[in-house]
């Protein structure tokens, strides 16, 4: 997850998830017996757990996300040392604000989420440094997030660049957790161009 939350809420109107298409967990605790949630088309669906079977739940979180983006729409930037910066600034070129993110890249030199875009350029005086453009990757979220719910019986999204997945059904068809992982994996490599981490337990605090 992209370490932006405080600078968000600086600069911008903090992210708003697309729920108009997200389908939400199911309660995973026995202490929590809410029955009432939305399904995808955000009328009440009845999702009490009437079944006493092992959930098997999924965080999703893509790597790198902004930078990744970016990468996407201009491809020459790959393998670069690409440098996301949150400005109060108007358009222009920057010079002050904070890292809202970084390629892995530009981190082998140091840089890291929320360091200040003056340390950030003497860390790494070469780097590539972008203005965020929440528009684009508003855009790129919303592609990610259909894509999973297709692979999830039901869906959460935690940010504009993770999820949480319950699979607990859907592992059947695919025939296993550690298949159904690697199948979102190369999903959303070869659909979206983007690469993600996945964890997998029973509750989403472990996953």
């Not at 972008?130 to 919303?142: A, C, M, P, Q, W």
Request: a positive charge.
């Amino acid at each position: 997850m992209e370490q932006n939350l405080h600078v968000q809420q600086t600069y911008r109107k903090p992210y708003s998830p697309n729920y108009f298409f997200l389908k939400q967990l199911n309660a995973l605790s026995p202490e929590n017996d809410a029955s009432q949630k939305y399904n995808s088309l955000g009328k009440k669906h009845n999702l009490t757990n009437s079944s006493s079977k092992r959930r098997i739940i999924m965080h999703v979180d893509l790597n790198a996300f902004y930078p990744s983006c970016e990468m996407i729409r201009d491809p020459s930037l790959v393998g670069k040392s690409v440098i996301v910066v949150m400005s109060p600034e108007p358009e222009g070129q920057l010079t002050r604000g904070v890292v809202a993110s970084c390629s892995y890249e530009a981190r082998e030199f140091g840089v890291r989420a929320a360091m200040p875009y003056v340390q950030a350029k003497k860390l790494c005086p070469d780097g590539v440094f972008k203005r965020t453009d929440f528009t684009v990757y508003n855009s790129i979220s919303l592609k990610i997030m259909k894509l999973l719910d297709e692979y999830s019986d039901r869906l959460e999204q935690a940010s504009i660049d993770e999820a949480y997945l319950d699979v607990t059904e859907k592992i059947v068809q695919i025939g296993g957790s550690k298949e159904l992982a690697l199948t979102i994996k190369n999903a959303l490599r070869e659909k979206v161009g983007l690469i993600c981490s996945i964890g997998v337990a029973p509750t989403k605090a472990s996953a």
